[in-house]
């Protein structure tokens, strides 16, 4: 006998609203179906009702982690179509935030892991670790979420001499204690066997289900954009593509505590070769007409920014394509045989940014199947209606009512 | 004169008052080192310490609403977590805290108490079955047949190694064999593998990591305790409290030598040595990684009923030179 | 890789007699670093009303209201309720009159008590500045 169960919108494993529809046979899945849609936040809208100047911050709140991947991918772009060089200390410093915030959205991804199985002192310790890297970045741009280094042009902020040595005394405490980590993540008996042979992708899947970022390079397949189309410095800077070839939540662990060795190698380089000069260009308020796209390796995987301009201070449309949402097929093939146990970790293995991929909501008529187009007020007239006429469920009513 | 004394046994030393007291208390102790073990701070404002922290928890679910889901059977829901309480204190009588002298035995030792008590720590088991089967909700019936389905796994391993210094003593009486090791100290180093055996099963009793699979946060939300809310889930959480300080008195009876002495060494010993049980438990929680209930299942038939049968096995050969 | 149960076990033995790494935060400070972006705060001496932090500010947070125009009365209010801390103000401020200072502890049962006020005469630059225009010499 199988039974639906949803999945969220409210589920303690899932950190923000979205619906896993799942069908499960005994403690075993058979279908799952994601409905997007809670989280829609008009940000796409709004970036057409603001300058260039604004969006810089507008962009940076699409997510909370991949806070600069959103804000550097846009900016990016930006110079593209006003046809600018940014000064190579910009880039640099460009780079080096953006692997420190890799850093720190990976140390975080490993502690989610450890909480969604189960594993509280693993989450706690790696938490605590990541404190360093927080505090890294609130020294160097002055907030620990939002940093907000970015404008179009260069950056905002330089990296003096104290900064330099601070950072290169706190990467030998980060590169021993993930050392510990990789040991433990991969040696310690229950968290492994949580881990390994579950959420299989094999490769051929990954590839055409377009899976992005680490959960494609765990199937073995080296895609990287730093790599494959280096923006800023990248093709100056050397690190390798970590991959691994077990398909599995194991190998999106191992990937990504590989790419954190990477980081820590590349901010090193970053830090002893940086290269004097300005941090910033100056640029017109006014973007010429035109269009562009922009490609950025967040920790998440690539992000895709479409910006189109029509010569005035505002962009006329500005598409955002985060890695979450090319992930989510990939996710259904990943849960389908899992077990019940297993629906948190291999959801939490995308690193799922639920906000991030919001892009429209469509309401639809449950019974009539027909989407409306509803102003502010018709909305709420309908939902005083719903409630007025709202019949109390009945006893062995099923989901969805 | 003996009615009183009686009721003062019943009702405040060992009995109600104190094993509430205690069990909070030790669910403090449980928090603190959990946290001092995961480099936090733990409780800290609510009494020196944080030490009046679990007694306001509990205060509050008190006076938490209490809603009964529409669809739950109401007697069923209403009645397990009482019963449970009721259970698990009566369990508590067989610990031989209560009669320290072996003259002058009360009516709760007997040869053959030790089952009586394994018997009725397992009662709550079937009580949380039932709680979430009740409950009607997908995640209480999942949680509820989790418990069951671990339940089946580590029982026999702990029933074989709590069995193991039974044999070594030659009783069946809980005071007969803590008696029997106070006299022969040495021999406790025979059971070191059913201690940790034990410790295993106590951990997979009381639904901790890496056995929390009952009610497993992320993924069945509640489980078992899904659709409880205020007094009752007050009273699922007193049951898994004084639970954890009788399981943890049984092991220190049995694998630790029991607690000597009159009234207050032996209140001294049985703090100190439930204490000790407790720590290793917590260090047990904040080590392990939570499994996957079939994971668990192979785990206690593969590993911990043969252990348990070997310690029988090793128990029986020093027997026999013995 | 070879599999050992307990390796979690000396590192948090390790930890248990250190001291924690939590923070007893309300109770105890928090130090932020220099440069921290915290409240906008104006100084109102050295504002020339260009607007310029009015027209970038990505929350709308500032709003700049012209009270008396020939006595050069303005009032700015901050909506601290609606500022993100960006610190674009504060960049595109030509006299660095819009300052962040390092306050973070800002909320408030209310979001009226989050909106800063500041009632100013737009100073004249001082004397002494070469670049004083004429309209404004005559006023000094
Ligand atoms: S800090 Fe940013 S949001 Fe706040 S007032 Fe200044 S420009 Fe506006
Ligand atoms: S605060 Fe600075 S930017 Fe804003 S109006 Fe005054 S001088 Fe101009």
Known sequence: ?401 | MAILKTFFYLLVYPGLVFLIVYSLFCEWFDRKTYARLQNRRGPLHTGKAGLLQPAADLIKLFSKEDIVPEKADRIMFTALPVFGLAIILTSAMYLPIWNYSMTKTGFNSFPGDIIVLIYLLSLPTIILFLAGWHSTSFFSTIGGVRVITMFFGYEIPLLLSVLSPAILAGSWRLAEIAQFFQANPGLLSVNVIGFFIALAALQAKLERTPFDIPHAETEIVGGTFTEYTGRKLAFFRLITDIEMVVGSGLIATVFLGGFPGGIFSSFIWFIIKTLFVIFLLSVIKAAFSRLRIDQMVRFSWYILAPLGILQIFITLLVKLKF | MGKKLGFFIPELWRHIFKKPATVDYPFEKLKVPKGFRGLPVLNTELCIVCKACERDCPAEAIEIRTILEEEKKFQMTIHNDRCVHCGQCADVCPTNAMTLNNEFELSEPSRWNMKFRYAYTRQLRKKSDRNVDEKDKEIL
């Open chain 1, 1 to 401: 006998m199988s039974i639906t169960i949803p999945i969220g919108p409210q589920h303690p494993a899932l950190k923000e609203p979205i619906s896993l529809k799942m069908t499960f046979d005994g403690e075993i899945i058979k279908d799952a179906d994601i409905r997007l849609g809670y989280n829609h936040r008009g940000l796409e809208k709004l970036f057409e009702g603001k300058s260039y100047v604004q969006n810089i911050y507008v962009t940076e709140r699409i997510c909370g982690i991949c806070s600069h991947s959103h804000t550097t991918c846009f900016v990016n772009g930006v110079e593209k179509l006003l046809g600018i060089e940014i000064p190579k200390r910009a880039s640099y410093i460009r780079m080096l935030i953006g692997e420190l915030e890799r850093v720190h959205s990976h140390l975080l991804w490993l502690g989610v892991a450890g909480h969604e199985a189960g594993f509280e002192s693993f989450f706690m310790y790696t938490w605590r670790d990541r404190e360093i890297v927080m505090d890294i970045l609130e020294e160097s741009s002055g907030n620990r979420v939002h940093y907000a280094i970015n404008t179009i042009g260069g950056v905002r902020r330089d990296i003096d001499e104290t900064q330099r040595t601070r950072i290169l005394n706190s990467l030998k405490i980060l590169k021993e204690r993930t050392d510990y980590y990789k040991n433990l993540g991969t040696t310690e008996p229950s968290f492994v066997a949580r881990l390994s042979g579950i959420g299989i992708l094999p490769r051929e899947q990954a590839l055409s289900l377009c899976s992005v970022g680490p959960t494609l390079r765990a199937s073995n397949i080296d895609m990287d954009v730093r790599k494959d189309d280096p923006y800023l410095a990248y093709d100056e800077v050397p690190f390798e593509v970590s991959t691994a070839d077990t398909c599995d939540v194991l190998g999106r662990t191992v990937v990504r505590i590989k790419e954190l060795f990477q980081s820590y190698n590349i901010i090193e380089y970053i830090l002893r070769n940086l290269p004097a000069g300005d941090i910033k260009a100056k640029v017109p308020r006014k973007v010429p007409a035109g269009e562009t796209v922009s490609r950025y390796e967040a920790p998440r995987g690539e992000n895709i920014h479409y910006i189109k301009s029509n010569g005035t201070e505002k962009p006329e449309r500005l598409k955002v394509r985060a890695p979450t949402l090319a992930n989510y097929p990939a996710t259904v093939a990943m849960l389908k045989n899992g077990f019940i146990a297993d629906i948190p970790l291999i959801f939490a293995a995308i690193d799922p940014c639920i906000c991030c991929a919001e892009r429209m909501v469509e309401v639809k008529d449950t019974k009539t199947g027909r989407a409306e187009i509803k102003t502010f007020d018709e909305l709420k007239k309908y939902s005083r209606d719903f409630y007025k006429n709202h019949k109390k469920i009945k006893k062995d009513t099923v989901w969805p009512f």
